[in-house]
């Protein structure tokens, strides 16, 4: 979807500058913004305020800045460009740093992170991913981890292939908290490891990071995904897999979904060992 506040289409999202006047409030906010209008582009801040009413969230907020966005020292500035489609913290694209922690701007209620009256919020683009402008990053990277790691259940057509194999209510348990994953990032935002790397062939190298390594755990828990079990324990065992992990776990700590990515880290490290020892026997 567009993520421009100028243009973007879908419902709620809407910011095309032309909102009516703010609602009375029941206090003034500072949202101090990081700004950028480009890749490459230089950075700076801008401070906007204005009274707002209870029940407001971040993108709200910004809707408001678009419609009127002249910064608190009366310069007219542009709309702020963020990314977002759900609105309800399951599609991950609205994530920014919001407060100096990595999180979904949709469901970042204002009451909750600045219930005071003069209190200040600082939004920020993710650090580890390109910026395209403003508070909109890309993202790509993250899907391009999960086509290395084969992150789908192979199917042969779209015939009726019957009812498939059974499964254990245990593993269907686990594998439903793992596939809440909504790519949003946040984990990757706060890992050590994880670093941002615009060079490609670097990026293939670098640490592929949690988010990947859990949906490995994913598909490979899957009948029928455990197809490329093998393909995907050789992508995780090479150069930026799973052994590059520093164990730090903050990216379990900050995942909105609280997927057990540590647990899912260690799984794939004993799944990765175990098929290394078979192809070791295997001459392979
Ligand atoms: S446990 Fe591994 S993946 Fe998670 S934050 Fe630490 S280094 Fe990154
Ligand atoms: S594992 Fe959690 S923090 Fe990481 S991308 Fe998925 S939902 Fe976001
Ligand atoms: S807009 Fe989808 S998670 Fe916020």
Redesign the pocket.
Known sequence: MTANGTTESSGAARANGSASTPPAGTRKVRFRIKRCEGPGKLTRWETFEFDIARGENVISCLQRIAAHPVTTDGKRSTPVVWDCSCLEEVC?AC?MVINGQARQSCSALIDVIAPNDGDTITLEPMSKFPVIRDLWVDRSR?FDALKRIKAWVPIDGLYDLGAGPRERPDDQAVRYTLS?????????EACPQFLLVEDEAAWAESFIG??AI?QARLFNMHETGAQFKGDRLDTLMGPGGVSDCGNAQN?VK????H?P?TESIASIGRSATAHAISKWFAGK
Do not use: D, F, H, N
């Open positions: 991950g994530t993250m809440e994953c909504m790519t949003c990032g946040c984990c990757l949690a988010q859990s990216c900050v995942c909105p979904k997927i990515l």
